[in-house]
């Protein structure tokens, strides 16, 4: 279920079962998101312009804000980047080919390493969850 988190300027909407706990959030700013705290995000903790170009970052989409549509960055240069344990993110738009299928990402794509994720190729969260014996 989607969570709001307000600072009476700008809304973070926050959609849980959308996040891959890539952690960008965690690292890019420590203050505001913490999962140590309740709630986990602190609007107060950094001014409204940090907060939006934090979550404009979410692989995912899982964050966003009430009422903005982020625009494509105007990079046409494709970023990949590791997260340790977790997916291989691809910024700046993929076209994936399988057999049958193609599918288009304009602008970011998570793809699974751990061949765990129930939406294989694509990340859904599960390596953050521990392993089943
Ligand atoms: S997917 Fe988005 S909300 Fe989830 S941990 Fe990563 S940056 Fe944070
Ligand atoms: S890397 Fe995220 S589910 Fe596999």
Redesign the pocket.
Known sequence: MEKEYTNGEITVLWKPEQC??SGICLRGLPKVFNLKQRPWVNMEAADSEAIVNLVRECPSKALSIKGVKFKEKSNSEVEVTLIPG??LIVKGGATVFDKKTKEVFEETV?F??????AK?PY??????QPKEN
């Not at 699974?112 to 994720?117: A, G, T, W």
């Not at 990340?123 to 953050?128: K, L, M, S, V």
């Open positions: 891959i706990h977790g997916p998570s699974c390493r751990c061949k765990r994720s294989y990340c859904d969260g599960t390596h953050a």
